[in-house]
């Protein structure tokens, strides 16, 4: 069983940076692909990186790969993966889910994650 939680998100300014984590009290932990989504407001919940069971490979949405601001990791011996958001925006406001894959290669479409943390509020103020 996975039971995903995060931590990390709150109330900044832009320009600051953030390091979300996603903890995993289960002990399956390692043999899942991970992945980062968020959800604005009014909008639809949207991918933003995945990483593999092992971390040795990534992949990231178009829409944060070229600015380089956002980072995924994992620490499988902490049975936690983060997600480091630096030079953060306004536009980056949002509830931040983490998920557990249910396939077994990275993936973007939400309908393929299988387990989700209940999310972790982003506020970033101008």
């Known amino acids: 069983q996975v039971q995903l939680v995060e931590s990390g998100g709150g109330l900044v300014q832009a320009g600051a940076s953030l390091r979300l984590s996603c903890a995993d009290s289960?002990?399956?932990?390692?043999?899942?692909?991970m992945g980062w989504f968020r959800q604005a407001p009014g909008k639809e919940r949207e991918f933003l990186a995945a990483i593999s069971w092992s971390g040795g490979v990534t992949d990231y949405a178009d829409s944060v790969k070229g600015q380089g601001r956002f980072t995924i990791s994992r620490d499988n011996t902490k049975n936690t993966v983060y997600l480091q958001m630096n030079n953060l925006k306004p536009e980056d406001t949002a509830i931040y889910y983490c998920?557990?894959?249910?396939?077994?290669?990275?993936?973007?479409?939400?309908?393929?994650?299988?387990?989700w943390g209940q999310g972790t509020q982003v506020t970033v103020s101008s």
């Open positions: 998920a557990a894959s249910g396939v077994g290669w990275l993936t973007s479409q939400k309908s393929e994650y299988r387990y």
């Open positions: 289960g002990r399956t932990f390692r043999s899942y692909a």
